[in-house]
């Protein structure tokens, strides 16, 4: 008897769960018909705090242009961008606070617009082998952010979010830096590639969590570069990578590179004093 009473309650909960979803359509297709810009903008409203973020973006759209100048204008519009974020569509969020933010520099919602425009664009930000724009973006939206609001309670966020943006460009560089001098000398000299592209990286972000991969990486570069070289180049070059030795591990003096770091100092020194 108690199997059958669950099973009973089970179904009529799954009924009345449909006929909640279907009255709620039923007043959402009422709105959608409705002239009434009060009745539409409550439900749209309603809809955003019961989390149905796609009609209340959809039903937003049409109130905002015709709110232009009145009392619902500036809230019409961080809400309108806040539905999209909430709905994890970072771009159509990014741009309509882009827009409320410029429209209302000292609006109520500035400061949460400007947050969430750069930390959405943050939590849109790709993979680093991937196109980065979208991470530079961030990095201006999030930036700006701190510039207009620094004592903001969101700016310890938003900090860390550019670093962390910041280290995914490195990273990309330190992949590009890679590349170059596994190529070696491949249709030219890609050692010198792999330098300048990592000692360009280390100049833009010097505090970067790669930077000692990044100095590894030029020590190698210019140690294969001076291995391969043609005799006349070679003295100049291993005299370079000493220097360049040296320049590591005053940086890192407890790599875990040291030992590596070590070894091509002893051939370079070697060939340069036997010479």
């Given at each position: ?24 359509c039923?007043?959402y297709?009422?709105?959608m ?6 009745y ?16 209340a ?11 232009r100048?009145?009392?619902h ?37 500035a ?46 966020i ?7 943006l ?11 830096a ?12 890609n ?22 991969e ?45 030992k ?11 060939y340069?004093?036997?010479?």
């Open positions: 008897m108690r199997e059958i009473d669950l099973s009973m309650i089970k179904r009529l909960t799954i009924i009345l769960a449909l006929a909640c979803v279907m009255a709620g039923g007043e297709n009422k709105v018909k409705s002239n009434d810009l009060e539409k903008y409550a439900y749209a409203k309603k809809a955003f705090e019961n989390k149905r973020y796609a009609q973006y959809t039903i937003l759209t049409d109130l905002v242009p015709l709110f100048g009145t009392p204008a500036e809230e019409s519009l961080y809400l309108l961008g806040l539905s999209y974020y909430e709905n994890k569509d970072y771009i159509s969020a990014g741009s309509y606070f882009k827009q409320y933010y410029q429209r209302y520099p000292r609006g109520q919602y400061e949460l617009a400007r947050f969430y425009a750069g930390y959405g664009f943050y939590l849109d930000s790709p993979d680093a082998q991937l196109d980065q724009t979208e991470t530079i973006r961030a990095m201006e939206e999030l930036q700006a952010f701190l510039d207009y609001f620094p004592k903001s309670d969101k700016a310890s938003a900090q860390s979010a550019v670093f962390e910041q280290d995914k460009l490195v990273l990309k560089e330190l992949q590009n890679t590349l170059y001098y596994n190529l070696g000398n491949y249709m030219g000299n050692y010198e590639s792999a330098v300048i592209t990592a000692q360009n990286a280390i100049k833009s972000y010097p505090y970067s969590k790669y930077k000692e990044l100095e590894m990486l030029v020590l190698r570069a210019r140690y294969r570069e001076a291995v391969e070289s043609v005799l006349e180049k070679k003295m100049d070059r291993f005299r370079t990578v000493i220097d360049e030795y040296y320049s590591f591990i005053n940086d890192y003096p407890e790599s875990k590179m040291r590596e770091a070590d070894n091509i100092f002893k051939i370079a020194n070697k340069v004093n036997s010479n």
